[in-house]
C-alpha cells in the first residue's frame, strides 16, 4: 500500500494562519473536510500537544509529524497541513516548519502509525518535496505530490525505519585527541570507522573511550581500592594524542542490516548487550539504532 492510499485529498488543509506547531495542529483539524470525529476536537489537540511536549516532532527538513493515540478515536487518519507562511517551530537543523503532517490512531493501528512514520521519513529525504507541497495551489495537487513520491507503507518495521545518522565519521589512523576534539564540537558521543568507502571497520562509544584511558592489566583486577590515589586519566592525557583510533576501536560492533525485521534488531541489541547497533546496507554504513529510540519511537511514539 502506497503511503499517498492513507490521505483523503479533503483532509489537506492550505494556507493555515497559525504561526506555530501548536496552532497549525489545531488549525488542521477545525479544517480537515474529511476529518468528523465523535470525539472533541479540543481533546484529541490535547493529545497531541501532549505527546508534542515529550520531544518536538518537528524532526528537520522542514516538516513536522505531530501524532497521537486516543484510544476512543473511531480510525486512523492522516491530515495535512500547509502553512502560508513557515511556522516558528524549528527541527533540528535549524530550518522552519513548512509542511505538517498529523497522524491520529486508537490502540489498534499502533503498528500502522509505527510504519506511516517511517514512510513520512522516506518522503521527506526526496529531492524537494517540502518546496513542492508548498508550491501546489490545491489539495488535490499536494496529494499527487504525495503520490508522486510512490513510498509504500511496509508490512514490516525494520532497522531503516527507525536509524538515525547522527553518528561522528572516524578513520582509523585519526588520533584519540582529534576524535574527541571532534565529538565535541558535534555533540555526538558515538563514532563509527569507516574506510574510504564507508565501509565499517569499527566503532567508537564511551565504553571504548574510558577504556583507553586505563591500562589493560586493570581489567584483571577484582578491586582497585588500594589504588586510591591513582588517577585513572593520568596515562590518557599522557597518550591523547599519540595513540590511533585503530588501537582502541572495537572491532567487533553490534551491526544489522537496513532491511532487517526490528524484531531481530532488538534481539541483536539483547544477545550483544549493546546500547546501539550500527546499519548498513550493501557493506556500506548507513546510520545507527539507540535502544532508547526503540523505547521512544515504537513504545511510546
Request: glycine residues 4%; proline residues 3%; negative net charge.
Amino acid at each position: 500500500m502506497f503511503f499517498s492510499n492513507l490521505v483523503n485529498s479533503r483532509n489537506i488543509v492550505l494556507e493555515l494562519k497559525a504561526s506555530n506547531l501548536q496552532e497549525a495542529t489545531r488549525e488542521i483539524l477545525d479544517r480537515a473536510g474529511a476529518f468528523s470525529p465523535h470525539l472533541p476536537v479540543a481533546e484529541i489537540h490535547e493529545a497531541v500537544m501532549k505527546r508534542e511536549a515529550l520531544s518536538s516532532t518537528a524532526l528537520g527538513l522542514g516538516v513536522a509529524l505531530p501524532h497521537a493515540r486516543i484510544p476512543d478515536l473511531d480510525d486512523f487518519t492522516v491530515l495535512v497541513g500547509i502553512p502560508e507562511n513557515t511556522l516558528t517551530d524549528k527541527g533540528i537543523d535549524g530550518r522552519p516548519v513548512g509542511a505538517v503532517f498529523l497522524l491520529l490512531t486508537n490502540d489498534h493501528h499502533n503498528k500502522l502509525l509505527l510504519k506511516s512514520l517511517a514512510a513520512l521519513a522516506q518522503l521527506m529525504q526526496q529531492g524537494q518535496f517540502v518546496e513542492q507541497l508548498r508550491a501546489a495551489s490545491t489539495a488535490e495537487a499536494v496529494w499527487n505530490e504525495i503520490d508522486s513520491g510512490k513510498v509504500k507503507v511496509r508490512k514490516k518495521l525494520e532497522a531503516r525505519d527507525l536509524m538515525k545518522s547522527d553518528c561522528v565519521h572516524a578513520s582509523a589512523d585519526m588520533t584519540l585527541h582529534q576524535l574527541l576534539d571532534l565529538m565535541f564540537e558535534t555533540g555526538i558521543g558515538d563514532a563509527v570507522v569507516v574506510d574510504s568507502d564507508n565501509h565499517i571497520l569499527g566503532t567508537v562509544t564511551s565504553r571504548e573511550i574510558i577504556g583507553a584511558g586505563f591500562p589493560n592489566y586493570m581489567a584483571l583486577m577484582d578491586s582497585v581500592a588500594f589504588l586510591s590515589a591513582y588517577e585513572p586519566f593520568e596515562d590518557f592525557f599522557k597518550k591523547e594524542s599519540k595513540i590511533a583510533v585503530a588501537e582502541f576501536m572495537n572491532t567487533e560492533p553490534a551491526i544489522v542490516e537496513a532491511s532487517d525485521p526490528l524484531i531481530q534488531v532488538v534481539f541483536r541489541m539483547i544477545h550483544a548487550q549493546e546500547r546501539i547497533v550500527f546499519v548498513q546496507k550493501m557493506k556500506v554504513f548507513v546510520g545507527i539504532i539507540d535502544r532508547n529510540d526503540i523505547i521512544r519511537c515504537v513504545l511510546r511514539a
